[in-house]
């Protein structure tokens, strides 16, 4: 559970680890993202709301590298100097996911631990499974293919799949959808836990207890715009311009 609802404290001689620079990203002639730039500290926990359709699952997948931005370009760092890659962890939308793989939920989580599908697995990786299991409470359907799995389910095998490698940084994009009551006050306790050693990236429109935990809070509207609010509210936040909209089909 979160301890007292106070903020996290975070080193602020904490170096940059990823830079976004004027990107743009156009879909069919319309322009999703504009002129977009941040920069992202080692242990900074980015809180991430915004309108429905207003580009927020896009600019994750643009910082991933999971899409190539119109202009602008995307610089990932290690003590200061740029490089090829990061050790990140993703916990992308259902709607992302093709259940129609077949694929079970304990290939689907060790796979968090491949570089590509063919990849070594590291020697305690075993152990690192039993630990993530336990941790998402996913041992009743280890051999269940995705496609045969609740939407609940299939977002714990996901967190499961995001956070066993003990990523630098953590990208989750809504993971309190689909989950239960119960599993949503869990995956509070594993994000404040994570946060303590992990760069986190969250999109939610759920920011009362979120916005708690995180140090910096973003508006994604197709520009990015910090958010200074006080309180938050579902869904979205009081100095908002905009009416946010519940729900993501970015």
Known sequence: MISDGAPLRYAPERG??????HLNVDFDRKRVLEDVNLSVREGDFIAISGPNGGGKTTLLRVMLRLLKPTTGRVVYLHDGEPVKRLPIGYLPQKSMIDTRFPITVSE???SGLQRGWFGRLPGDAAERFEKV???????????????QLSGGQLQRTLLARAVISDPKVLVLDEPLSYVDKQFEHRIYSIIEQLARRTTILLVSHEMSVISRMANRHLIVDHHLR???ALHHYVPGCEDSAANLAEGEND
């Open 16 to 21: 940059e680890i990823i830079r976004l620079e």
């Open 108 to 110: 689907t989580v060790m």
């Open 133 to 147: 299991v336990e941790l998402c409470g996913i041992g009743g359907y280890l051999q269940k293919a995705v496609g």
């Open 226 to 228: 910090p958010c200074h």
